[in-house]
C-alpha cells in the first residue's frame, strides 16, 4: 500500500469481521465511484442529504461510502481477507494512477 493510501482496522460487532476505513487523497466522486462500480454491483442512493453508494462484489468484498468524503469502509470475506484486501488495494492504486 502506497503512502497515498491509509486504512485502520474497524471495529464492529462481529467478532471475526475484517472491515477496514480506507482514506484517499481525493474525494468520492461520480468518476471515481463508478470506477470502483466496475469492481461488482453498484448501488447508489442519491436522494438523501448525504448520497451513499455500495458496491459488492462475487469474491465478497463490499465498500460502503458517501459521496463527497474522502473515506470508505471496506469489509473482506474472513475466510481469504488478506488476498482479497491486497487484490483491493492494487485496485485502488490504479485508480490513483489515473
Known sequence: MSDRLRCEK??????NARTYRYWMPFA?????VSFL?????????????R??????TDRGVQMKGIFG???MKVSFPEERW??????WEQKMEEMMEE
Not at 468520492?28 to 471515481?32: A, I, M, R, T, Y
Not at 488478506?82 to 487484490?87: A, G, H
Open 10 to 15: 474497524v471495529d464492529n460487532c462481529f467478532a
Open 28 to 32: 468520492l466522486d461520480e468518476e471515481k
Open 37 to 49: 462500480g466496475q469492481m461488482g454491483e453498484l448501488f447508489v442512493k442519491k436522494n438523501l442529504r
Open 51 to 56: 448520497p451513499f453508494f455500495r458496491i459488492e
Open 69 to 71: 468524503d474522502k473515506s
Open 82 to 87: 488478506e488476498e482479497e484486501q491486497k487484490l
